[in-house]
């Protein structure tokens, strides 16, 4: 079993990240996380049907628009919409999914953990990106331990949740 610090630090040393969900308004979740991932150095693409740009950048309608490729998608929408972007993701090649979870309960859905298991897809299930890494601030931080302690996302992955670390690739 991997840590969800390990699981979320090989995430973020991706450089080709997508975030879908990101929103025209920028005062939305998913549009912290894409300003926080593009400010870090990450290649970022923003993802949302319904735009064509995004915190001044293009905006894709669906994973398998975007150019060249991605090294792992964030996911901030409903659980329902996070399974068919798990599908897409599959028919994409993305290797990474991070279903992000805050306060509320986040994209999780099991029809998503399952399509990226059976699809060999190193998932996140739940947390955010920016509770992690250089860029983490201490609200996210505080947030991180305070959903931890009441069960809401996992300090360990199940086995098999994450095949890009237990491959060591």
């Not at 993802?47 to 964030?74: F, Q």
């Not at 986040?106 to 955010?128: F, K, N, W």
């Not at 947030?143 to 992955?157: D, E, H, N, S, W």
Request: with cysteine; proline share 9%.
């Amino acid at each position: 079993m991997s840590s969800l610090r390990e699981a979320a630090e090989e995430f973020l040393a991706q450089p080709r990240l997508a975030v879908a969900g990101v929103s025209r308004d920028p005062k939305q979740p998913a549009n912290l996380i894409y300003r926080r991932l593009r400010d870090a150095g990450h290649e970022t693409f923003a993802v949302n049907p319904n735009a064509l740009e995004v915190e001044g950048d293009p905006c894709y309608p669906g994973i398998g628009d975007l150019p060249g490729g991605v090294d792992g998608v964030v996911i901030v929408t409903t659980p329902d919409v996070a399974a068919q972007i798990v599908v897409d993701c599959a028919l994409a090649g993305v290797p990474r999914v991070w279903l992000h979870r805050g306060i509320g309960p986040g994209s999780m859905s099991e029809t998503a953990l399952a399509h990226c298991r059976e699809h060999g897809i190193s998932v996140i299930p739940g947390a955010c990106p920016n509770m992690f890494g250089e860029n983490s601030d201490a609200g996210h931080r505080c947030m991180r331990v305070m959903l931890r302690a009441g069960g809401k996302i996992p300090a360990r992955l199940p086995a098999g949740s994450y095949p890009c670390l237990e491959a060591g690739t």
